[in-house]
């Protein structure tokens, strides 16, 4: 007897070291406050920076760092790619606690049908739109993470030239040292803290993890919408002259992974920053 195979697996994001919802909150705290603030540099630290990167200056940066990009990437990051995380959170708890549940208990109210070959075409129909309207979901999830996944594989590539981007900084502090001025200077005193800042912040495993986990979300999730498009395409190969056959989804197994998937993205977006 043929044996359909369908894996919802949530893959990564059901793993700790993957998973956007399960690595530690403060990870994305320090992305997002470093791109935060640099999305939001004011003209005289741009124009610093700018200077501090120029030839004269001698900074080794042989791929071309370019703080100018590396601002427009950190605030398409504020105004789109952070809410758009949030989002995808949502869409995954909804997935994981309402569409997966749903779905799996419409398949298991038809699929005994087909393993003695008593099965409609009524059945077949219910059955596979139901793994459609999966995959459909699967899918839209899919369009979200990839577009994230983008937008994150360049800031990371950017973010790669920080020994350039820190030494550059080490030169605008090191400029406007409060030690250099004999009376108090705010100015200097708020361009130097900036650099500070963006010293303390600036952590390339956090960005790296962080980005990483868009990478490997968006393979899961186009893996299952594969996996769901590739069942109904399998099914209408056997069922086609009422041969009998199994549909093997490890249900109950999918479908605990899948809640658990669905309180960790519920847990991350209450404990996200605003």
Known sequence: ????????????????????????????????????????????????????????????????FDFSTLKQFAARWVSSDYPNLKLLAQHINTF????????????????????????????????????????????????IIQNLNIDAQQTNYELSGGTVF??????????FDPKNYQDPNQDAQNIYNSMIQFENTFNWNNFNTAFQCFS?????????TSEFDNANTK???VAFNNNPFEVDGSFDVAQSDWQQVAMDAQNFIASLPA
């Open 216 to 224: 490997d979300v968006a393979g899961t999730l186009s893996t299952l």
């Open 166 to 175: 820190l030494a550059a900084v080490a030169l605008v502090k090191e400029k």
């Open 96 to 143: 994981g606690a309402t569409t997966i549940p749903a779905g799996i208990t419409q398949l298991q109210q038809v699929s005994p049908k087909f393993q003695n070959g008593t099965y409609s075409p009524g059945d077949i129909s219910q059955f596979k739109a139901t793994v459609k309207t999966l995959g459909d979901a699967a899918y839209a999830l899919s369009n």
């Open 235 to 237: 099914i209408d190969s």
């Open 1 to 64: 007897m043929d044996i359909i195979k369908i894996d919802f697996s949530p893959g990564s994001l059901a793993d700790p070291t993957s998973s956007p919802f399960i690595i530690p909150i403060a990870v994305w705290e320090n992305v997002n406050t470093f791109l935060t603030a640099i999305a939001n540099v004011d003209y005289d630290i741009d124009n610093y920076i700018g200077w501090a990167l120029a030839p004269t200056n001698q900074i080794y940066n042989p791929d071309n």
